[in-house]
């Protein structure tokens, strides 16, 4: 199966040495495998009426199915497996008249997730619910166009979607990969004139997250070494804390999980790559490159972290990562060595930290097929 990101993202000459032309042969292998027995324990837990985990939050369903069909593994035809036509069947029966994809609100995250989801099936009969779903996560850009709010922080963002003075940068990252990877279904024009994202408020949002004070006016953006290119979730909180200045203010602390999430709604937006703002969030990232924890943040959100590396250091095509020291780091199987090595007996993967839902398996377990998927995807077979 192709990769999500398109062709020209991805690395190639840095993978085969001329001593070992097959360098990558072994853990691909082990990739393969450990994905088969994840995904068998996944299909284990899918309930009757099609859907996994909890009915009122349709991400569950669409991060287990996309887990399934990405799966190098998985075979495909015209149809897919009863139990995968199923799930997608309660999948799209969840979406609303606004075109959003939830039930218990969270529409951004669920609409989001599900698109992505229809995307990796790759089915022309699944484009009407994108569509509609498209429109929705579009519909939730914070104040796009009014002149009342221009200069509010959020401005550009997306949020859940059920509070429209919220906007964060998970949900504005999951929403602009969901529309970058969905583009090419409307571009044929066999669905009409569309609308689109406000890129340039995206952007300008997305900055106002970063520790960059070139490009974030922020009036707590650093330069600090500790700080310097990072994310951090919102343009007024980060989920890591607060760090006081030699200057005596107070900035908000750069983290992992986000700052993957920043580099890669940069370069969905087409930020290009000796942009400022790319080069320093890659900086960041090499200073503080670590698979033991989500920097900053310790063991919570583990896995979101692991899965967003894996996307965005292969969107960014950084086939070795740069540390501070100066080394360079082979991310890719670094990143999947762990991953197999948390693997559990039954197949699935679990976090200790319960912060946001990670003792739930069968999200966790989407989060890291997913990961060994994108990394599996990106590594040329020769």
Not at 278 to 285: R, S
Request: hydrophobic fraction near 35%.
């Amino acid at each position: 199966m192709k990769s999500l990101i398109p062709a020209i993202l991805l690395g190639t000459s840095l993978f085969a040495p001329a001593d070992n032309p097959k360098p990558y042969e072994s853990i691909r292998q082990e990739m393969r495998q450990a994905i088969a027995r994840g995904n068998t324990w996944l299909k284990a837990q899918q309930k009757p009426e099609g859907n996994w985990d909890d009915p009122e939050l349709p991400a569950f369903t669409a991060l287990a199915l996309n887990s399934i069909v990405r799966d190098p593994n998985f075979e495909r035809s015209s149809k897919f497996p009863v139990n995968v036509e199923k799930g997608y069947t309660w999948l799209l029966a969840q979406q609303k008249n606004d075109g959003g994809i939830y039930n218990r609100g969270l529409s951004v995250y669920n609409t989001a997730t599900s698109v992505t989801s229809f995307m990796a099936a790759n089915r022309k009969d699944f484009e009407p619910a994108v569509v509609k779903a498209r429109k929705h996560l579009i519909d939730n850009q914070w104040d796009t166009g009014k002149t009342k709010d221009a200069d509010s922080a959020n401005q550009g963002g997306i949020g859940y979607g059920s509070n429209k003075e919220h906007s964060d940068l998970s949900n504005t990252y999951m929403a602009i990969e969901a529309l970058a990877l969905s583009k090419k279904v409307i571009e044929d024009g066999n669905h009409g004139d569309q609308p689109d994202l406000d890129w340039d408020a995206a952007v300008k949002f997305i900055s106002r997250c970063q520790n960059l004070k070139t490009t974030n006016d922020r009036d707590w953006a650093s330069d600090d070494p500790k700080n310097k290119g990072g994310f951090t979730y919102s343009p007024f909180e980060s989920k890591s804390g607060t760090d006081s200045t030699a200057e005596g203010r107070t900035a908000l602390r750069s983290y992992g999980s986000m700052s993957y999430a920043g580099l890669l709604s940069l370069i969905y937006a087409k930020v290009s790559a000796d942009d400022p703002r790319v080069v320093a969030v890659k900086e960041w990232l090499g200073k503080n490159y670590t698979l033991d924890e989500n920097p900053g943040m310790g063991a919570e959100g583990l896995y979101y972290y692991y899965q967003a590396m894996s996307k965005a250091l292969t969107a960014a095509n950084v086939n070795l990562l740069k540390l501070d020291n100066g080394k360079m780091v082979d991310w890719r199987k670094e990143l999947a060595g762990s991953i197999l090595s948390k693997q559990r007996e039954d197949g699935s993967w679990l976090n200790a930290s319960g912060r946001w839902m990670e003792t739930n398996p069968v999200l966790v377990t989407s989060y890291t097929l997913l990961s060994l998927e994108q990394i599996y995807d990106s590594i040329p077979e020769k």
